[in-house]
């Protein structure tokens, strides 16, 4: 049997084009902002805490970088 590959309609996240969406970026940022409070209320200020920081501040800025570009 074939079928034809062309027909399937999958939706996920960051197509095949190479294109990702800005809101993806800031979704992450804000994820990672919740993550370090979290982890800053259960352990203070530790080496993840300081990790989870940084990466909220750079999908943060990855985010209006992108939108300041596009």
């Not at 079928?3 to 940022?29: C, H, Q, R, W």
């Not at 804000?30 to 989870?52: D, P, R």
């Not at 943060?60 to 570009?69: C, D, E, N, R, T």
Request: proline share 1%.
């Amino acid at each position: 049997m074939i079928f034809n590959v062309n027909s399937i309609n999958i939706k996920i996240m960051a197509g095949l084009d190479g294109s990702i969406e800005p809101i993806y970026f800031l979704i992450t940022s804000i994820a990672f902002i919740f993550l370090s409070v979290v982890q800053y209320k259960k352990s203070g200020k530790t080496k993840e805490t300081i990790y989870l920081s940084i990466l909220s501040i750079f999908f943060l800025f990855s985010y209006f970088a992108i939108i300041s570009m596009g």
